[in-house]
């Protein structure tokens, strides 16, 4: 939604305060564009008060010599003298004013910004002046700065020039930086007494920002005609071209960046994930030049775009991150509350180091994991930086505890393996590569896989049913052979009620193939001693958005903690064994699934067991900062437990639980607990309500949706969690380096506009080989979700179409 264009540069006017000249200085801005020979447009979103007193009143009745080139509009006008906020509540009671939301009067503002743009070859100047100051509430009662900042146009602050004016302005400039806003200049009027102009303008030189103090307007008379020609005469010895051409300058120099980006990027970077042999220019660069909620804001080079008229349109194009910027997004991009509690925590300890401390973020958020997902098992946290470091942790303290309680001396302890599912990954680390199946992508030179992966069945929906996949070993156990596909159902509940699916026949073709394959194991040459299970319940994400059945993972869980030899250990006296870890440690891989991604707190529930380990990232901080966290039961915190400082776990990291992330992340899980109280919430769970039959799996997309899309002929299948939606596309090849999904879905990297209510926007989404996936925030709209869901659709069946 943020607007810029070439021809019509646009300044947002702030004030740091009420009553410090808003309408005088942005009056003498009109003026001087005007007579720089620009057209001008003057917008005033929101007028409270007289219409005498209006603020466009002002404007049309000091900028008459200009007729032709200035334009004045407002857009929302009420007649009382309060806050918007309340004149908009005032007014309800009338049919024809409505409280307007926040969603519908930045569309409003924006089109008519674009209207305008549409107008002008240029070069052409537009003032948009707020109302009071900063904070002062929009007409819903979200303070300007939020309700203003999808928009995100460059700012005009003026500043207070009154006793207490220095400590204003530069509050309301902190408050603007906080948002992210662009703020080119600072205008005050000037005052010999309080003199703020001599300290601010060295304070905002430092930060490259002018400030130009202006003589204050003549004393308002009773006389009308007297004081209209004074305010003139006012207007006229005011010199702001200098103003002009810095804004001017500004704006050049802005887009002048945007369009160089490309060409140094290509020249810089070492992309991840990106073969750079299949970069062919410019164009394939993604210059995202701000983000808000769940939206990039897009640079689109005309000299670079096929469209004629791409210079009269907006070069900022709305691209939905349809991946949730690889599944970190929890509220959307440039949350203030999150950005507020970063700001807080660095204010306060900036980083301190963390061996043997504690600080108030880091004991919250510890207490917070081990009363949340941690709940009943968990008795540690130990912080780290990411998910892949947070695995590595995992992996050590489970291969240690189980170094201890079978006694191995060192050179035992160098063969050790873990088990594992074919298809996961743990992370870019190479200790976390290890322990996943050679055959996967995310490999290098020193990758040495140590362990077995087991081939698991995986649930999705195909031909608008519910289908458990068997891979070909359990298929044959299961006497399965014409067609890998066992039963269907109509509902989620048939797959992920696991408690009433523990004594179903494929329970006991589960028990049976697992205890045979891991009897086996146990003699088999070639693989090492297995010492952990390391797991990603229910979807295994970069192995290509891979649906495990939930009950597959249940058995194997019990299945290993069965064959628990409960060897005796001295160092494990003191350990109640009814709470021990058995048979094999074991570990959920929680940093994409867990807090919510999948539409529930933890995986443990559903599953009806708990791990003794976990790791939870992403999600952990609402997408802002990176912090990991590894959660252990007292069982395993206690193989570390000694008096030698060579047994503890002698890993960490500079950043360990920095205050900014654990702040950060205090205020995430605050936000989700709210969140999964919210209507939409609450609404998009009911949608997958199955009369007669329980389950806590559901998903923010729609079932309808989905069986939609499950019976189209491009489609191979499809699955939905929570915010993650999933779709295989018909591909005789598949694999990891397909291109089917992505050149199967191109087009939706077009902005056509699915929905008059909403504005136009393209979609930002990323394939694994023959899949595409595409993940929502916790909040996101449920307005966008359904224009996604079309355009999916509309990309799927028009493509079938082309076939």
């Known amino acids: 939604m943020s607007l810029l264009f070439k021809q019509l540069r646009i300044h947002q006017i702030f004030g740091a305060n009420t009553d410090v000249g808003k309408t005088i200085l942005t009056t003498a801005l009109v003026r001087a564009s005007a007579a720089l020979k620009n057209e001008v447009f003057y917008l005033k979103p929101i007028s409270t008060g007289p219409m005498e007193d209006a603020d466009d009143e002002h404007i049309k009745r000091h900028s008459s010599a200009f007729k032709d080139k200035v334009h004045t509009e407002c857009l929302y006008r009420f007649h009382v003298p309060v806050s918007p906020h309340l004149a908009a509540q005032l007014a309800a009671g009338d049919e024809s004013q409505k409280i307007v939301s926040d969603n519908t009067f930045i569309n409003t503002v924006s089109s008519y910004v674009r209207r305008c743009a549409s107008r002008t070859n240029g070069p052409a100047h537009m003032y948009v002046e707020t109302a009071g100051g900063v904070h002062s509430p929009t007409l819903s009662g979200t303070t300007q700065l939020e309700c203003y900042r999808p928009l995100f146009l460059p700012t005009i602050l003026i500043g207070d020039s009154r006793l207490g004016g220095i400590s204003a302005t530069i509050s309301a400039y902190e408050s603007l930086l906080l948002r992210g806003y662009i703020v080119d200049q600072i205008l005050l009027f000037r005052d010999e007494y309080y003199r703020n102009t001599e300290f601010l303008t060295p304070y905002f030189a430092e930060r490259g920002i002018g400030v130009t103090a202006l003589d204050a307007p003549p004393s308002k008379t009773d006389d009308a005609v007297e004081n209209f020609e004074s305010t003139e005469s006012y207007y006229k010895n005011l010199d702001m071209t200098p103003v002009v051409q810095n804004l001017d300058a500004r704006h050049e120099q802005r887009i002048a960046e945007l369009d160089s980006m490309p060409r140094r990027s290509l020249d810089a970077f070492w992309w991840p994930f990106v073969q750079h042999g299949l970069v062919k220019g410019e164009s394939d660069v993604t210059v995202i030049d701000s983000a808000s909620s769940d939206f990039f804001s897009v640079y689109k080079n005309s000299a670079i775009q096929q469209n004629a008229n791409a210079n009269m349109g907006s070069s900022l194009e709305s691209q939905l991150d349809g991946s949730a910027s690889w599944w970190t997004q929890a509220f959307g991009h440039a949350h203030p509350s999150l950005t507020l509690a970063a700001a807080r925590a660095s204010g306060r300890y900036g980083h301190v180091m963390f061996p043997q401390a504690t600080h108030a973020p880091a004991l919250e958020l510890a207490e917070r994991l081990l009363n949340g997902p941690g709940n009943g098992w968990a008795s540690r946290v130990f912080f780290s930086d990411d998910g892949s470091t947070g695995m590595e942790i995992a992996l050590k303290m489970a291969l240690r505890a189980f170094s201890v309680r079978h006694n191995l001396q060192n050179s035992e302890r160098k063969k050790l393996g873990v088990l594992g599912l074919k298809g996961s990954y743990h992370g870019d680390t190479i200790g976390a590569m290890d322990a996943c199946a050679e055959e996967g992508v995310y490999t290098c030179e020193w990758h040495n896989a140590k362990g077995y992966w087991l081939d698991p069945p995986t649930v999705s929906i195909r031909e608008g049913r519910w289908v458990i996949t068997l891979p070909p070993a359990l298929a044959a156990s299961a006497g399965v052979f014409d067609s890998p596909a066992v039963g269907g159902g109509d509902s989620e509940s048939w797959v992920y009620d696991v408690a009433r699916r523990l004594n179903s026949p494929l329970a006991d073709v589960y028990r049976d193939y697992l205890s045979r394959t ?199 299948e499809v699955m939905a969690l929570g915010t993650v939606l999933a779709i295989k596309v018909k591909d005789a090849d598949g694999g990891y380096v397909s291109q089917s999904a992505k050149i199967m879905l191109q087009s939706l990297g077009d902005s056509d506009n699915a929905s008059s209510e909403l504005p136009q926007f393209s979609v930002h989404f990323r394939t694994l080989g023959n899949v595409a996936y595409f993940m929502t925030s916790l909040n996101t709209s449920p307005e966008t979700v359904r224009i996604l869901e079309e355009k999916i659709w509309k990309a799927l069946h028009n493509k079938r179409a082309d076939l």
């Open 518 to 716: 891991l009897d086996g194991l146990e003699t088999a040459s070639g693989v090492p001693r297995l010492a952990a299970l390391v797991l990603e319940p229910l979807v295994m994400g970069a192995g290509g958005m891979i649906f495990v059945d939930p009950l597959f993972q249940r058995i194997l869980v019990d299945i290993v903690r069965e064959r628990d030899t409960n060897p005796s250990s001295s160092s494990q006296d003191d350990i109640d064994t009814s709470k021990s870890w058995r048979g094999l440690p074991v570990i959920f891989d929680e940093v994409f699934v867990g807090l919510y991604r999948l539409g529930m707190q933890s995986t443990v529930p559903l599953l009806g067991t708990a791990p003794d380990i976990s790791v939870n990232a992403k999600i952990l901080t609402g997408g802002l900062v990176p912090l990991a966290a590894t959660l252990a039961s007292d069982s395993i915190f206690r193989a570390f437990y000694s008096t030698e400082k060579a047994e503890a776990l002698l890993h960490g990291h500079s950043y360990t639980a920095h205050a900014v992330g654990c702040e950060v992340a205090n205020q995430t899980m605050r936000m989700l607990e709210r969140e999964t109280k919210s209507e939409p919430w609450l609404a998009a769970k009911a949608r997958w309500e199955t009369p007669g039959k329980s389950s806590s799996a559901w998903s923010f997309w729609d079932p309808q949706f989905l069986q939609t899309l499950s019976r189209m002929d491009v489609v191979d």
